[in-house]
Every structure is written in structure tokens, then in C-alpha cells.
């Protein structure tokens, strides 16, 4: 039997026959020398932004061809396969588009109208079939509290829309003031303006653009967004020239009731101008389908020891990026549009950072240096850039949030750490208190400085970990003006910088290994920033599970320790479905329901467990 650790030069060897197999499509494996080198975190970061690699999209041919580089280089450092059932991948499935499907119809009077050529559902339309009804016009759609500055805004208030149609001009208009625009930008959102019409008791919404509305195109796009789960009405995109139509005989054109509208909306009297259209029905059908893909993430296991250890310590980092900026998330300019995002900073820097420090640890063991009793297991996360897709899998799988006698005891984490300039930005050291002490005795070199961070709710993989109750640090060289564009590429990066980071985490890795107790996880009431931090003054500490946006309601991944939702009885897992009596079917209704909340006082959520349904009371805690 081949011990542990004369296991890995024959798995290397096998990864290199597999290569060649491969063939010309292979990105190359350039040779690496022992310890952390500048030479060779630029082939690293080289090799993931070939343009095989593509922008390494998760679900993609690119992110195998990083993903088939990433087990070759793990099986080269002398690591074993750590994934699913002793592979060194963890596949995960996400949703990653929508497309129409065979059956999408509408009708006028009975008469059918093409479908995308006049109209299109947008992507969190209800699929199914929905019969003839009346359409009722009721201007930008917009309901809005009243201010200090504004009167409140019911552009329903004067009209009975149940079961009928509801025709919704886009946005808001063009002509109005900054500030006002300020105020009711968030109720001007088609998310927001279908919900309030499902509220209302509508059977469908018509949206469309009017000639004042100066948009580049009159159908809205069939894009996916990062919360799928739609609402339970149809929700459509219609051309002015059939929206002119269904306003036949009222007494106006649709540029008149444009105008009109606008200059109702700018008057701020919280004036009206909604009507019901009996002239006109409309029916369709509804097909959108959702397409499914598979992700990888990429782990690799460093046994320190005779047999594999209970107790591990993870390093990670993300290696997907944006591909060419299909999303929705890329920030490039017009001529960049569907260029390959190559992610050097992000996250080719952190991914080269853990090969790096693979092949360095793995060669203090094979030269007896003691690291410890505890066994590394190197993860390459995908999914990050869609929500944490990947490692929240994995996660949920492997981790035992109620003990860590056994599985990974820290998590340590690389994400864009390529670029440093004034500090390092160190995340995470209010989840234990062993890392201030671990930190500043890693810290020897005088030219690293560091910007210690408390909150351990960061928009990384470390979330993943945080919230079932793993200790986390996470090093962050900060943002840039070519983050997530084309323009983030090889040569922009300050390699130098990203090897004392290396060093620096190396050195902490080590003392934990070496530590006679795991350390002590933190938990922290109120997340102080990262993805927690939404601008909202009540704080309930759910944390949605950013896989399952497919759910109808949330789902949470989590909740975070001794805050208001843990408080109240929630747990990860449950799905909120419904807040105070108004339905919750995604993530942006349950958004709009926060902006509700008031701090202190109790709201009752409706939840699913498993195949219960259970009302529970949380009262929001201040953010401030």
C-alpha cells in the first residue's frame, strides 16, 4: 500500500499523462520551485488569465480549463484529492440563465401578437397561463410614502386593478429634479412596481418605455439577475407601438399620457392620473425557462502526518471571475463590452497565493519541519462572483457548525490581494481571539503594514465559514479602478506586495497547526460591514443563501450568532415566505419588506421548515 505522502509524486504523474491527453486545449504548467516566489506567483496568475481560461465564468469551458490547471498543480505541490468521493473536484449546481421557452403568447381581443418582436415576460414573470382581462393604466406605478419634502404617491389609489392588467410606464421621468429623483429611485424599480401590483390583487403587469422615456431599447432584455425566484403574477415588456394600441380610444396617445404622468409625477401633489381601459382585454401565456450548470470548486488535502488529522485548517481563495461580462456585475466601459474579464486581481492573485503556499508547506514536510499537527486542505472555491455559490456548498456539507472536534478548525482566505499599496487589510479578527495575538506575532516584517478589521461579515468565501461557526481571516488588498473590468490584467499587479502577504499568512498557518487548541470562534452580534452591510437601519442578521435564489421566498444560509433572527428562533435552511401578513417570494420583496421595519418593534415572519410552516416574532435590532 502506497503511504499518504509517496502518494503525491505519482498522482503528479498522472495529472501530467491526463494533460497530455487533454492535449493543445491544456493551460501549460510551467515549472515551480519550493517557497513562496515572485517567478512563480506570476506564472500562477499567468496561467489563470490565459485566454483559455476565458474570464473563468463559473459553469463555463474556461473555469474547466482553470479548474483541470488548478489539479495539476495541487498534485504537483504533493497534496491529494480533497474534493467529492477522493476526486479533487466538489461539483455544485447553480442557476445560470433564462431563455424563452416554445410557448410564450399574447393576445389583444383574441388577436395573437409575435412574441419578442412586440413583446417579451421578463425573467421574474410567473410562467403559466393567464386569461383574458381588462388592462388598467396607471401611469409610472409608483407608490411612495410621504416625506418632509413629498407628498405620499399612490398611483393605484383611484383604480380596482384585481385580476386585471396593470400598463406601468419604465422608471421615472426623464425631466425631473435630482433630488427628487433621489427620493423615489427606489420605488421606480420594475421589481418593486410588479410587486405592488401583485399587492394589489393584479393578474399581470405591462411594462412600457413611452417616447419620453429615452431608453436604447423598448423591450426590456430577458436578463437573469441574482435573485430568480419571481414574483406570482405575469410580468411583461410591450413595444410603444402595442402599448399606443391598448390605448385606443382614451381620449390621449400614449405620448400624451406620458406627458401627462411626468408632469403629474414632478408636481409632487401626490395627484393621480390612473384609469381603467374596458375597450381593450389581454391574455398570454407565459414559458420561461431556467438553464442549469454545474460548478467546480478545486480542493486539495497536505497530510502532515502517518494518516490524515481530525482536525484541518482551510486555505482558500476563489479563482472565478466574470467571464466576458455576461452577468450583469462587470464595470467596463462601452468598447470593453464582452471583452474577457481576466481577473487578475481578482481573484488569479489569491488563487496563485494558495498554489504558493501548497507547494511551500508541503515542502517543509517532506523536510521534517514541524507544521503542526493539523492537515491542510487547499480549496479553490468557483461561484464567488454569483454569491458564494461554491464555498457555501461545500461548506454546508463538510462543516459541523455545533463542534470542531473534528473537520476545518480556521479558515483563512485570499481574496484580491495583488495590488497592495497603502496596507493589508486583515478581515476577521473579531472571530477568535487568538488571531490579534497570532497576527502580531506573525507580523515581523516592517514593511507589511496592516489594517486590522474586526467584522468577520466580509463579502468573501470567509462568510461561508464564519457562519457556521468557523474562526476566519481574510487578507484584502483593497478596490481599484479596474476591478471587474478587461483592464484587470498581469501586469498591473504588485507581485512583491503579495508575497510578504503570503509569508505573513504562512506564518499564522503554521501557529495554528501547531497549537494545542483550535481556536476559539467568536460570535459577533451585529455585522459592521461587507456583505451584511446594507444600508438599512434595522438589523436582523439573516443571511440569504445566495445558491438558492430559485426558492420561491428566502432561504438562509445562516443567521448570525445572538442577533435578532437567531434570537426569534430562525435557523439556516428555513425559508422566510412571508412578513407581516405581505408575501415574501424573493429577495427583493423581502428587501422592500426591511425598508419597513422599524427598530424595536416586533415583525412576525412566516417560515418554512423542512414541511412546516411556522410564524415567528423577531424584533429588528438598530443597526446604529
Request: glycine content about 14%.
Given at each position: 500500500m502506497i503511504s499518504w505522502l509517496s502518494r503525491a509524486p505519482l498522482l503528479g504523474g498522472v495529472a501530467l499523462v491526463l494533460s497530455l491527453l487533454v492535449g493543445c486545449a491544456a493551460i501549460p504548467l510551467t515549472p515551480s520551485a519550493p517557497g513562496i516566489r515572485e517567478a512563480d506567483l506570476r506564472a500562477h496568475v499567468a496561467a489563470l488569465t490565459d485566454e483559455r481560461a476565458d474570464g473563468r465564468a463559473t459553469g463555463t469551458p474556461g473555469e474547466d480549463a482553470a479548474a483541470d490547471w488548478l489539479t495539476r498543480a495541487f498534485a504537483r505541490a504533493g497534496l491529494v484529492p480533497a474534493g467529492s468521493e477522493g476526486r479533487w473536484r466538489h461539483a455544485f449546481e447553480f442557476t445560470a440563465g433564462v431563455s424563452p421557452g416554445p410557448d410564450n403568447r399574447l393576445a389583444i381581443d383574441d388577436e395573437p401578437i409575435a412574441a419578442d418582436a412586440a413583446w417579451r415576460p421578463l425573467a421574474f414573470s410567473r410562467s403559466g397561463t393567464f386569461g383574458d382581462a381588462p388592462v388598467v393604466f396607471v401611469g409610472y406605478g409608483v407608490v411612495a410614502p410621504e416625506t418632509d419634502d413629498l407628498s405620499a404617491i399612490d398611483d393605484f389609489a383611484q383604480v380596482d386593478v384585481r385580476d386585471k392588467w396593470v400598463l406601468v410606464l419604465r422608471d421615472l421621468p426623464q425631466t425631473l429634479e435630482a433630488e427628487r429623483r433621489r427620493a423615489l429611485q427606489r420605488h421606480a424599480g420594475l421589481r418593486y412596481k410588479a410587486m405592488i401590483a401583485r399587492d394589489r390583487g393584479a393578474r399581470g403587469v405591462l411594462f412600457a418605455s413611452g417616447p419620453l422615456g429615452r431608453f436604447r431599447d423598448?423591450?426590456?432584455?430577458?436578463?437573469?439577475?441574482?435573485?430568480?425566484?419571481?414574483?406570482?403574477?405575469?410580468?411583461?415588456?410591450?413595444?410603444?407601438?402595442?402599448?399606443?394600441?391598448?390605448?385606443?380610444?382614451?381620449?390621449?396617445?400614449?405620448?400624451?399620457?406620458?406627458?401627462?404622468?411626468?408632469?403629474?409625477?414632478?408636481?409632487?401633489?401626490?395627484?393621480?392620473?390612473?384609469?381603467?381601459?374596458?375597450?381593450?382585454?389581454?391574455?398570454?401565456?407565459?414559458?420561461?425557462?431556467?438553464?442549469?450548470?454545474?460548478?467546480?470548486?478545486?480542493?486539495?488535502?497536505?497530510?502532515?502526518?502517518?494518516?490524515?488529522?481530525?482536525?484541518?485548517?482551510?486555505?482558500?481563495?476563489?479563482?472565478?471571475?466574470?467571464?466576458?461580462?455576461?452577468?450583469?456585475?462587470?464595470?467596463?466601459?462601452?468598447?470593453?463590452?464582452?471583452?474577457?474579464?481576466?481577473?487578475?486581481?481578482?481573484?488569479?492573485?489569491?488563487?496563485?497565493?494558495?498554489?504558493?503556499?501548497?507547494?511551500?508547506?508541503?515542502?517543509?514536510?517532506?523536510?521534517?519541519?514541524?507544521?503542526?499537527?493539523?492537515?491542510?486542505?487547499?480549496?479553490?472555491?468557483?461561484?464567488?462572483?454569483?454569491?458564494?455559490?461554491?464555498?457555501?456548498?461545500?461548506?454546508?456539507e463538510n462543516v459541523n457548525p455545533h463542534t470542531n472536534d473534528e473537520g476545518p478548525v480556521a479558515y483563512l482566505n485570499f481574496d484580491m490581494v495583488g495590488r497592495l499599496r497603502d496596507a493589508l487589510v486583515v478581515q476577521g479578527l473579531g472571530s477568535s481571539p487568538v488571531w490579534a495575538d497570532l497576527l502580531d506575532a506573525a507580523a515581523t516584517d516592517a514593511t507589511l503594514p496592516l489594517q486590522r478589521q474586526q467584522d468577520s461579515y466580509v463579502p468573501t468565501d470567509a462568510t461561508s465559514f464564519y457562519t457556521h461557526?468557523?474562526?476566519?481571516?481574510?487578507?484584502?488588498?483593497?478596490?481599484?479602478?479596474?476591478?471587474?473590468?478587461?483592464?484587470?490584467?498581469?501586469?498591473?499587479?504588485?507581485?512583491?506586495?503579495?508575497?510578504?502577504?503570503?509569508?505573513?499568512?504562512?506564518?499564522?498557518?503554521?501557529?495554528?497547526?501547531?497549537?494545542?487548541?483550535?481556536?476559539?470562534?467568536?460570535?459577533?452580534?451585529?455585522?459592521?460591514?461587507?456583505?451584511?452591510?446594507?444600508?438599512?437601519?434595522?438589523?436582523?442578521?439573516?443571511?440569504?443563501?445566495?445558491?438558492?435564489?430559485?426558492?420561491?421566498?428566502?432561504?438562509?444560509?445562516?443567521?448570525?450568532?445572538?442577533?435578532?433572527?437567531?434570537?426569534?428562533?430562525?435557523?439556516?435552511?428555513?425559508?422566510?415566505?412571508?412578513?407581516?401578513?405581505?408575501?415574501?417570494?424573493n429577495l427583493y420583496d423581502y428587501t422592500f419588506a426591511l425598508e419597513a421595519m422599524r427598530v424595536g418593534e416586533a415583525v412576525r415572519l412566516k417560515v418554512q421548515r423542512g414541511k412546516e410552516t411556522l410564524e415567528i416574532e423577531v424584533v429588528p435590532a438598530s443597526r446604529d
Open positions: 423598448e423591450l426590456i432584455p430577458l436578463r437573469f439577475d441574482a435573485s430568480l425566484a419571481g414574483t406570482s403574477i405575469a410580468t411583461l415588456s410591450i413595444t410603444d407601438a402595442l402599448a399606443e394600441r391598448l390605448l385606443e380610444g382614451t381620449g390621449r396617445n400614449l405620448e400624451g399620457w406620458h406627458r401627462l404622468a411626468d408632469q403629474t409625477v414632478e408636481a409632487g401633489e401626490g395627484g393621480s392620473i390612473s384609469f381603467a381601459m374596458a375597450q381593450r382585454t389581454v391574455s398570454a401565456e407565459v414559458d420561461i425557462r431556467t438553464e442549469r450548470r454545474t460548478g467546480h470548486n478545486v480542493l486539495g488535502r497536505l497530510v502532515v502526518g502517518a494518516r490524515p488529522s481530525a482536525q484541518t485548517i482551510v486555505i482558500g481563495a476563489h479563482y472565478d471571475h466574470l467571464g466576458r461580462g455576461e452577468g450583469g456585475h462587470s464595470l467596463a466601459s462601452g468598447e470593453e463590452a464582452g471583452l474577457p474579464h481576466h481577473g487578475a486581481d481578482d481573484n488569479a492573485s489569491g488563487t496563485a497565493v494558495i498554489v504558493e503556499l501548497a507547494e511551500s508547506l508541503s515542502d517543509r514536510v517532506q523536510r521534517g519541519e514541524d507544521v503542526g499537527t493539523r492537515d491542510f486542505v487547499f480549496a479553490a472555491w468557483s461561484g464567488e462572483e454569483l454569491g458564494l455559490l461554491g464555498s457555501n456548498a461545500w461548506v454546508g461557526g468557523v474562526p476566519v481571516l481574510s487578507a484584502f488588498t483593497g478596490n481599484h479602478a479596474d476591478y471587474h473590468t478587461p483592464r484587470d490584467t498581469l501586469d498591473r499587479l504588485d507581485l512583491e506586495g503579495t508575497i510578504k502577504i503570503a509569508a505573513l499568512f504562512e506564518r499564522i498557518a503554521i501557529a495554528v497547526g501547531r497549537s494545542e487548541a483550535p481556536p476559539e470562534y467568536t460570535a459577533q452580534k451585529d455585522p459592521t460591514g461587507g456583505r451584511g452591510r446594507t444600508g438599512f437601519r434595522v438589523y436582523l442578521g439573516t443571511i440569504p443563501d445566495y445558491a438558492n435564489t430559485d426558492v420561491v421566498g428566502v432561504k438562509l444560509s445562516g443567521v448570525a450568532p445572538e442577533g435578532p433572527a437567531d434570537q426569534g428562533g430562525l435557523r439556516g435552511g428555513d425559508v422566510i415566505v412571508g412578513a407581516d401578513g405581505r408575501p415574501i417570494e
